[in-house]
């Protein structure tokens, strides 16, 4: 099966490498097996990396003498590298062939120094190959009859010996291929399909293979995170279908790119199961898509579509469960042919949706005709064996940002009109209830809330935070040596103090901002919108007016100062874990002599000035 290369944008070097490597690979040097000698190879040719994309020769059957470099190949058959035999294949011979180059390196370049690490690069061969040079085994891919283990996607470098090459400088690089079972051949053809074919330095060659792979692992890696970021937004409002449906949308195209990379191999399991969770993962996602789609435009799924969604589904679990591979080519094209139906059903879909003024269809309609004409190309590459570059990755990209432009889109709706609700809900609800909430809410010494009423406005601030992202912070304060003025000027004395310092507080923060008496001498503070520098900042100003007022009581002029623990409300975090937070910041502040403020953070304790 061909790959899919995926690339993305990153960062700005390593994207000029990458698309120099895909548009300029195969532009040295062209080969032609026409001659006895194929190529001249210089050093610049060697330091560059010398294409062995063109002609070469070939001849179907199975003799392993065809390895000898001295072998007259003059009279077999000429082919292009990469390109792939007729779909017939060559079944008399069970679907062997050879392919030989002769190179030959220039004299200033045949020497240890110039050789010592020269390797050849291979791309896509189906299904398995030897490749011998100057008549010696160098590697393999797979295995070749009897043993028949087919491996068509690996792309490897493999080190040449300074031995295959003779004293006069000729290099004979020979191939042999098994193009896999009469139904593989029957369905994708055989031989050298696509990639590199490249000889030069081996360090080189590998660091062009990993450079290569990199855009194909940042796409899946950024899809993969896409699609995590929505199945977490799902989890804080199980309301949001649509964003499951897009999560998993994403994670199986990420799971689908991974496995058209050669990062894939890093993973310690057999081949075939590697191409089990690629067929399982692009014949999956119809059955995604269409629950997406219909999920976005806000349409319910016929019947049909559903038996649709079953017949995709079922695929997928008949390649993921069937062993081998015959089950993937056999099942392909009725795979791709469903696919490009449905495909065109839902851009019908979109567009009458679109014409009938609906603003989720209009989102979407970009990205959905984008995607489907690269599945268009990318089938016709199947079918056809086109040698064209695929655009499904691109297809991918387009889908999923229109996609969840859309979704931002509906989502920013449904806020404002569900903040539009509860505003007009809380209204009617503050009116109906101030008398008893005031009862039942404010402390009747200071008039500002009490312990109940202030755990009330933190539950919907958290509930308020969960919906929109947005963080806040409580500040817990308290009275330093209170005590000493209950005892030396009376509780009558106390209490002036307190309602005097819960008129500074309330007089020095927003109107957003709640305060409330906490209990005794403590004060606690709940700040919106305000991360803990921010919260911080405002606590060391109501320190500083605190410990500036003069208080007076009974002819009297007293002072006095408060401590701050501040701590900010994480997401998932109950109002009791934030509060203790607070406290404990609080009690290192008295600690430290009183009159400060510290803030409570998740990995320990900051003093504030």
């Not at 532009?27 to 210089?42: F, K, P, R, T, W």
């Not at 610049?44 to 010398?50: P, Q, T, V, Y």
């Not at 017949?311 to 056999?330: C, Q, R, T």
């Amino acid at each position: 099966m061909p790959k899919v290369r995926a690339l993305p944008s990153y960062a700005s070097t390593l994207l000029l490498r990458c698309l120099a490597i895909l548009l300029f690979a195969g532009q040295g040097a062209v080969v032609h097996a026409n001659d006895s000698i194929a190529a001249l190879v210089d050093e610049n040719m060697l330091r560059d990396g010398l294409s062995l994309k063109g002609e070469w020769r070939f001849q179907p059957g199975d003799d392993l003498a065809w390895a000898n470099p001295a072998l007259d190949d003059s009279s077999w058959q000429i082919r292009r590298v990469p390109g792939r035999w007729s779909r017939e294949g060559y079944p008399e011979h069970r679907h062997m062939g050879w392919y030989r180059l002769t190179l030959q390196l220039q004299p200033q370049i045949i020497d240890t120094e110039h050789v010592a690490d020269l390797a050849v690069r291979l791309g896509n061969i189906l299904s398995a190959y030897e490749v011998f040079a100057g008549g010696e085994l160098v590697g393999k891919i797979g295995r070749l009859p009897p043993l028949e283990e087919v491996l068509y996607d690996r792309q490897r470098v493999f080190s040449i010996p300074q031995t295959a090459i003779d004293e006069q400088g000729r290099l004979v690089l020979a191939l042999r291929v098994w193009g896999g079972p009469n139904g593989m051949v029957n369905a994708w053809g055989a031989g050298p399909a696509s990639g590199n074919f490249e000889l030069g330095h081996h360090s080189p060659l590998i660091l062009e293979g990993v450079v290569g792979e990199l855009p194909g692992l940042i796409f899946c890696a950024l899809i993969f995170a896409f699609g995590c970021y929505h199945l977490y937004i799902y989890t804080l409002n199980r309301g949001l279908r649509t964003y499951l449906w897009f999560g998993l949308t994403s994670l199986n195209i990420a799971l689908y790119g991974l496995m058209l990379t050669q990062w894939k191999f890093f993973w310690d399991v057999p081949f075939v199961t590697l191409k089990k969770i690629e067929f399982g993962a692009i014949y999956f996602f119809p059955a995604l898509g269409i629950q997406l789609v219909w999920s976005i435009l806000k349409l319910p799924i016929s019947p049909a579509l559903r038996v649709l969604q079953g017949a995709f589904i079922l695929l997928s679990m008949a390649v993921v469960s069937v062993p081998g591979h015959e089950i993937h080519y056999k099942t392909l094209t009725f795979e791709q042919t469903l696919a490009l139906g449905l495909m065109a059903y839902a851009a019908y879909v979109i567009l009458r949706e679109t014409r009938a003024g609906s603003p989720h269809a209009r989102g979407v309609a970009a990205g959905t005709l984008i995607f489907l004409a690269t599945c268009l190309n990318d089938i016709a590459i199947d079918l056809f064996q086109l040698d064209t570059l695929r655009l499904a990755p691109l297809g991918f990209v387009a889908i999923l940002l229109s996609m969840a432009i859309s979704m931002a889109r509906n989502y920013t709706s449904m806020h404002s009109k569900l903040e539009e609700q509860v505003a007009q809900r809380t209204a009617q609800l503050r009116e109906a209830n101030q008398k008893l909430m005031k009862a039942a809410s404010i402390d009747h010494l200071t008039g500002l809330l009490n312990r109940r009423g202030f755990t009330e406005e933190v539950a919907l601030e958290i509930s308020r935070a969960v919906r929109t992202g947005k963080s806040f912070s409580l500040v817990l304060a308290d009275v330093d040596h209170f005590k000493q003025f209950n005892d030396k000027h009376g509780h009558a004395c106390g209490d002036h103090v307190l309602r005097r310092v819960g008129v500074l507080l309330g007089e020095r923060t927003r109107d957003v901002d709640r305060v409330a008496r906490w209990g005794g001498e403590e004060f606690m503070l709940m700040l919106p919108e305000t991360d803990s520098e921010g919260a911080a900042v405002l606590a060391e100003k109501l320190r500083e007016t605190i410990a500036e007022n003069v208080f007076e009581f009974g002819g009297q002029r007293l002072s006095l100062t408060m401590t701050f623990g501040v701590a900010e409300h994480r997401q998932g975090e109950t109002l009791e874990t934030c509060v203790a937070r607070a406290d404990t910041a609080l009690y290192h502040g008295k600690e430290r002599g009183r009159n400060k403020v510290m803030i409570g953070n998740i990995k320990g304790l900051t003093l504030v000035g």
